[in-house]
């Protein structure tokens, strides 16, 4: 079973038991965080495959964070040459560590709105 996932604006596919690098959050370290904004969940079968529209009600993955950490260091360098214009700037992207503990439901399983059948109007 997996899961898409979203937060910090970008999307992830999350197994159980996978680490994961994400935004920075502001949960502390070796506390449980949850993402409630599930896309998409896929079981072993198609027909165990739910899609939501945007998100999959009723849905949510648990994890672990690790660890708060920085990436590695990118150097921003502009030029413009015959000007004596020259500028370096550097830039540590914040992220945290996440562990994907279980995707779980929050009770019943529900159907998602996609799947439901607008009702048609009645005609004069």
Do not use: N, W
Not at 59 to 87: N, T
């Amino acid at each position: 079973m997996f899961a898409v996932i979203k937060s910090g604006g970008k999307q992830y596919v999350v197994h159980p038991g996978e680490k994961i690098k994400v935004e920075k959050l502001e949960t502390p370290q070796d506390k449980e965080v949850v993402f409630s904004d599930v896309l998409l969940v896929a079981g072993d079968k198609p027909e165990e495959s739910l899609v939501g529209a945007p998100y999959v009600a009723g849905y949510e993955v648990r994890g672990k964070v690790l660890a708060q950490d920085r990436g590695k260091k990118i150097i921003v360098y502009k030029y413009k040459s015959k000007k004596h214009y020259h500028k370096k700037q550097g830039h540590r992207q914040s992220y945290t560590e996440v562990e994907i503990l279980e995707i779980t439901t929050g009770g019943e399983k529900k159907v998602p709105a996609a799947a439901k059948k607008p009702k048609e109007k009645e005609g004069k």
